[in-house]
């Protein structure tokens, strides 16, 4: 699918992959609309790119939050043909800590954010993508593109809440697109190894560069411009579909 001209839901867009996925979008000629929770950096954002975007107040648990940003983005751009869930949380909590169990709550709420929230965010965008005119002759009338992690597979000690909800991801990936199928709709899974957001920024120098020393090839992190050129290749590719994509420079990490 074209991404020129069509419109695409990013969440998380105010930060990191999103909101390197937003700028890209903008600059092949979609428009945007952010739905995150922080409301000063997506509206940021959403002002520097202009016309084409829009930022959205979402909060991607809530059934009611999606359903009204969904909503303010058909009353601003009329359709809606991507969408790209990075919106995340990566709070780690151990099974069990010195003084007693680990954190319950911790753990349902990072998977709320990381698995409930995507599937309430495809669920509501794809009924309306179902309602698009096929846009090409394969008959793709939508994308949407999920984020897990490499953690879904090589979880490290504390991830178990952060490795299940990825692990999720994965397994609902080719479920999702079976799902719409019928509706022109495919569905696809970026698994990101480590990429260079802000949060890494804070890493002591020796953390970074151990950190580093674990890529395959090449050894640095990635950038988060070289996870918005993969979501582009799987928006354009019509017959990608159903499946996750790693994109970590061969790393497989270790247990901490
Ligand atoms: N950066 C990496 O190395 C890396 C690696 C693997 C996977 N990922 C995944 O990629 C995605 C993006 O990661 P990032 O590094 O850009 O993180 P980030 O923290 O820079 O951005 C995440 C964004 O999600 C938003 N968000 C969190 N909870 C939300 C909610 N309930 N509703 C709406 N918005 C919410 C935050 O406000 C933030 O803007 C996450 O799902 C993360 O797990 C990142």
């Known amino acids: 699918m074209n991404i020129k001209n069509k419109v695409a839901i990013v969440t998380g867009g105010a930060s990191g992959l999103g909101e390197a996925t937003a700028k890209h979008y903008v600059s092949l000629g979609a428009k945007v609309a952010i739905f995150d929770r922080d409301n000063e950096n997506g509206s940021k954002l959403a002002t520097t790119l202009g016309d084409a975007a829009v930022y959205c107040s979402v909060d991607v648990t809530g059934a009611k939050s999606v359903e009204q940003g969904v909503a303010q983005v058909i009353e601003r751009f009329g359709a809606i043909h991507i969408v790209n869930n990075y919106?995340?949380?990566g709070t780690a909590t151990k099974t069990i800590n010195k003084d007693g169990p680990g954190d319950y709550?911790?753990?349902k709420k990072v998977i709320d954010i990381n698995l409930n929230g995507?599937?309430?965010?495809?669920?509501?965008?794809?009924?309306e993508?179902?309602?698009?005119?096929?846009?090409?002759?394969?008959?793709?009338?939508?994308?949407?593109i999920n984020t897990a992690s490499v953690a879904a597979f090589e979880g490290q000690i504390g991830q178990a809440a952060y490795s299940a909800s990825k692990g999720a991801i994965v397994g609902m990936t080719l479920t999702l697109a079976r799902d719409l199928a019928r509706n022109g709709i495919r569905v696809n899974s970026i698994a990101p190894g480590l990429i260079h957001t802000p949060l890494f920024d804070s890493l002591p120098p020796e953390v970074y560069t151990s950190l580093e020393g674990q890529v395959l090839f090449p050894q640095r992190l990635g950038n988060a411009d070289e996870i918005a050129h993969l979501a582009q290749m799987l928006v354009e590719n019509d017959y990608m579909n159903g499946e996750t994509v790693r994109m970590?420079?061969?790393?497989?990490?270790?247990?901490?």
């Open 87 to 89: 919106a995340g949380v």
């Open 105 to 107: 709550e911790l753990f």
């Open 118 to 127: 995507t599937f309430n965010v495809c669920r509501v965008a794809a009924f």
């Open 129 to 144: 993508m179902s309602k698009n005119e096929p846009v090409n002759e394969s008959g793709c009338r939508g994308v949407i």
């Open 248 to 256: 970590d420079g061969g790393i497989r990490m270790q247990a901490r």
